[in-house]
């Protein structure tokens, strides 16, 4: 008799977990607050989460003028589910009202979900924002090794201890075609103890690179010990290029798409995202032609699932960041990405497809597994972001004003960059107007540093030294650096010198021509 009664049970429990607060004003409106608490034993069940929407959009339907604040606690949380907790097809509150649901900060409220699914989904969904949350999966979702052997068609790894094992991050076969998503890259611990790309001459600001390629896996078997496994059918080219085969000892992060999207919205606008982190499970897809969509200090981070011996984590994600639009979608307008972090996820960190309005500013972007902005048939504003060791990419050619590499030697070609070698960067030489002076000259740097390491003055902050050192500033300096560009560029349409800085009196000239 008692188990027949405990699904009666179960809606007045969830419904006094989900409580209605006394409206109060948010961004100058009138707003219904709908609190989730937690249950018995600190936890937040799926069906609260489910049981808050649904009043969300009940109370919208009643009210489309009236926003709705769906507030989440502050806390970590696992929620256990096989469905998309957060379903938003079809709510669009009308202009000027809003649904937001939010947490406590990102460091403060966490939802950790396990399963292969949508964690949030809208089908025309319109004026959603998540705010102050951070989403995140119960268990890390790639893994790495080191190279025991290596051939022509595997690689054999001693998977590193506390990491899952090949086989348990290859997803769900029914939903994957075999093989999907699967690829491997090469790692090194750098100097500030965290685990970066290995990068080619170009300093990952070209693609495809010339070396560390993206090198696809097929299959996994145990080869050995319980740790030691054989990732087959493997294939060295991608692109142009080929990566020889893996030396021992080598470290190497892997990844393979599991199923199932952190975000997904198809058609309606106005979407966004504030404050919001993701961890494990980052890419997410917002197609359709929608418009209106805003990332704002968002971030993609590693996980804190990681052990804490042992090589740091390569991988943060087996997929990418935000997808906005899709090749074969209509255009897509206003989008605004602003102080995105992203470290390590596991393909684009930022993929534009047909976005035809924008800006993406402001943002820190670094070991993208592929490209860190990737821009298909697409013309946002780009301005004030920082790339590490991964590129911007267009795929007609770089934005004129914008792009920016990790390295300040950089000529932009016609789809990358391409980086001057060190050899280059460091042979600049500084001469006088009238010839009479020439020294060696460093780039970023000033022509009075440069004449003091050649013994010519003295210190210009020492006593009187700035005077007597008055025909330095008085003189019109000459900075010249011979280099030797690849011989792809002979090919492009347009390529661009780009400096990060120059004088606003200076005249840049490029083979004694000036541009």
């Not at 951070?134 to 090794?145: H, K, S």
């Not at 996994?220 to 059918?233: F, Q």
Request: net charge negative; with cysteine; aromatic share 8%.
């Amino acid at each position: 008799m008692m188990l027949a009664m405990m699904p009666l049970m179960l809606a007045p429990l969830v419904a006094a977990l989900v409580l209605t607060a006394p409206p109060q004003r948010l961004d100058g409106v009138d707003a219904k607050v709908i609190n989730v608490r937690p249950g018995p034993g600190d936890r937040i069940e799926a069906a609260q989460i489910v049981a808050a929407v649904a009043e969300a959009r009940a109370s919208l339907a009643a009210s489309p003028r009236l926003s709705v604040l769906l507030q989440l606690p502050a806390g970590e949380f696992a929620i256990n589910t096989t469905e998309t907790p957060f379903e938003l097809s079809d709510i669009a509150p009308a202009a000027g009202a809003l649904l937001t649901i939010a947490g406590a900060g990102a460091a403060q409220t966490v939802l950790r979900f396990d399963g292969l699914f949508d964690v949030i989904r809208g089908r025309n969904a319109s004026r959603v924002r998540f705010a102050d949350l951070t989403f995140a999966r119960q268990r890390l979702t790639t893994t790495q090794g080191v190279v025991v052997a290596a051939d022509a068609t595997s690689v054999t790894l001693q998977i590193q201890d506390d990491y899952p094992l090949p086989v348990e991050i290859m997803g769900d076969p029914e939903r994957l075609q075999p093989g999907a998503g699967r690829w491997m890259r090469r790692y090194r611990q750098a100097a500030s103890g965290d685990c970066e790309l290995v990068t080619d001459r170009e300093q990952g600001t070209v693609w495809p690179p010339t070396q560390n390629v993206q090198v696809k896996w097929l299959n996994a078997t145990i080869a050995g010990g319980p740790r030691t496994w054989k990732l087959g059918g493997v294939s060295w080219s991608f692109g142009p290029n080929s990566e020889p085969v893996y030396s021992k000892g080598d470290v190497v992060g892997i990844k393979s798409k599991h199923g199932g999207q952190a975000f997904f919205f198809d058609g309606g606008s106005n979407i966004s995202f504030v404050r919001t982190t993701w961890t494990e499970h980052s890419r997410g897809v917002l197609r359709g032609g929608i418009s209106d969509i805003t990332f704002e200090g968002t971030a993609v981070r590693k996980s804190s699932l990681a052990p804490s011996s042992g090589l740091p984590l390569c991988l943060a994600t087996p997929g990418g960041g935000p997808q906005l639009g899709q090749p074969d979608d209509g255009p897509i307008h206003n989008i605004v990405v602003k102080n995105h972090s992203s470290a390590s996820t596991g393909d684009d960190a930022i993929a534009c497809f047909n976005v035809k309005s924008g800006e993406i500013s402001g943002s820190s972007i670094a070991d993208a597994f592929a490209r860190g902005i990737y821009l298909y048939k697409s013309s946002p504003t780009l301005s004030e972001n920082r790339l590490q060791r991964c590129p911007v990419w267009h795929d007609n050619r770089p934005d004129k004003t914008a792009l920016k590499s990790d390295d300040p030697y950089a000529v932009m070609a016609d789809g990358g960059y391409q980086t001057l070698s060190s050899s280059d960067v460091n042979h600049w030489v500084a001469t006088s107007s009238n010839g009479t002076v020439s020294v060696p000259a460093t780039v970023p740097g000033q022509i009075q540093l440069d004449l003091r390491r050649a013994g010519l003055i003295e210190d210009t902050y020492k006593r009187f030294d700035q005077e007597l050192n008055a025909w330095v500033y008085r003189d019109h300096w000459q900075f010249q650096l011979n280099f030797t560009v690849d011989t792809s560029l002979e090919e492009a349409e347009e390529v661009w010198l780009e400096f990060d800085g120059v004088h606003t009196q200076g005249r840049i000239y490029l083979k004694e021509a000036q541009p």
